[in-house]
Antibody
Framework: QVQLEESGPGLVKPSQTLSLTCTVS??????????WSWIRQPAGKGLQWIGR???????TYNPSLKSRVTISLDTSKNHFSLQLTSVTAADTAVYYC???????????WGQGTLVTVSS | SYVLTQPPSVSVAPGQTARVTCGGN??????VHWYQQKPGQAPVLVVY???ARPSGIPQRFSGSNSGNTATLTISGVEVGDEADYYC?????????????FGSGTKVTVL
């Protein structure tokens, strides 16, 4: 049973870069058939998909965030990362990492980590 | 971009049937997936590919999809089913490839 766990700073200053890591355990992270995504949820609001990465290195991003997002993989450490640049208060949210086993839905999620953008 | 529309809330008495709808343009041509999210917890997949249930999800959760509306049905609702429910599709129209979520429906068990 794969498990995902997000980690990173809980507070980021406006205009800076938000950086989070998702560590994957209990599964075949390097199998090459899964997509690894970041999803966020502002308090009291719905889910917004941020972007995903395939093991080959190809990425797909939400067009509304594409100019500010980078997702990368480190297979040697069994983790993938999110960078979101030039953050504002609107980027304050719980950030989740999740897996799509090439079926267009998310079967495994991390527990989420709250990131607050504030000076 | 593709838009999924859900009612903000649905109320149901214990033991009754709750139906949560998800509207989208010709959504019947897409595969729809449903997540349950309880307060302070990550979403959990409860229905995938319109009507299939992951292992461990009770049979009282079912789904259907046709035309412009997909529906999640919870039969014999229990107090523990009170949660937010989100529909989701994969959209490749317009040249962009994105996962799209509905706005969510809060199911309240009276």
């Amino acid at each position: 049973q794969v498990q995902l766990e997000e980690s990173g700073p809980g507070l980021v200053k406006p205009s800076q870069t938000l950086s989070l890591t998702c560590t994957v355990s209990g599964g075949s992270f390097s199998s090459g058939s899964d997509y690894w995504s970041w999803i966020r949820q502002p308090a009291g609001k719905g889910l917004q998909w941020i972007g995903r990465m395939y093991m080959s290195g190809s990425t797909t991003y939400n067009p509304s965030l594409k100019s500010r997002v980078t997702i990368s993989l480190d297979t040697s450490k069994n983790h993938f990362s999110l960078q979101l640049t030039s953050v504002t208060a609107a980027d304050t949210a719980v950030y989740y990492c999740a897996r799509d086993v090439n079926k267009d839905y998310f079967d495994s999620w991390g527990q989420g980590t709250l990131v607050t953008v504030s000076s | 971009s593709y838009v999924l529309t859900q009612p903000p809330s649905v109320s149901v008495a214990p033991g009754q049937t709750a139906r949560v709808t998800c509207g989208g343009n010709n959504i019947g041509s897409k595969s729809v997936h449903w997540y349950q999210q309880k307060p302070g917890q990550a979403p959990v997949l409860v229905v995938y590919d319109d009507s299939a249930r992951p292992s461990g999800i009770p049979q009282r959760f079912s789904g259907s999809n046709s035309g412009n509306t997909a529906t999640l049905t919870i039969s014999g609702v229990e107090v523990g089913d009170e949660a937010d429910y989100y529909c989701q599709v994969w959209d490749s129209s317009g040249g962009d490839y994105t996962y799209v979520f509905g706005s969510g429906t809060k199911v309240t068990v009276l």
